[in-house]
């Protein structure tokens, strides 16, 4: 059974004999706005955080271009060569790699140019 539905069952029984009604309506108010005052501490500790670092990461990627020192996800760390829709090619040692962007976490040395 949902929260709001077991609310709307007590919302519908009738007060204790001798129960002054007021009381009944304070206790409601106060479950209700408990409610929002956790939804509210939820988005700001889990919900907003999380955009804001979404929001860096897209930032991160926009400004991206060839010169850049990147380290990936996975650890690896090389030279950006070339920047394309959803891949980047990355030269890492003797060895040349395509990784996708969403996969870069960090701009290390930003290029000369």
């Known amino acids: 059974m949902t929260l709001l539905s077991s609310m709307a069952l007590l919302a519908l029984t009738p007060p ?3 129960a002054d009604p ?6 409601m108010i106060y ?5 929002v005052v956790m939804g509210v501490v939820f988005w700001v500790l889990l919900i907003r955080p999380q955009q804001k670092r979404a929001k860096e990461q897209a930032n991160l990627l926009k400004g991206l271009k ?12 090389g030279v950006v060569q070339s920047v ?5 090619n990355l ?4 060895a040349k790699l395509e990784v996708l962007k969403s996969s870069i976490t960090e701009i290390t040395e930003k290029s000369a140019e």
């Open 91 to 94: 030269r890492s040692g003797d």
């Open 16 to 18: 204790a004999p001798g």
């Open 31 to 35: 479950q209700i706005g408990m409610i």
């Open 66 to 77: 060839a010169g850049d020192r990147v380290a990936t996800s996975s650890g690896l760390v």
């Open 22 to 27: 007021n009381v009944a309506k304070q206790q």
């Open 84 to 88: 394309r829709d959803h891949t980047v």
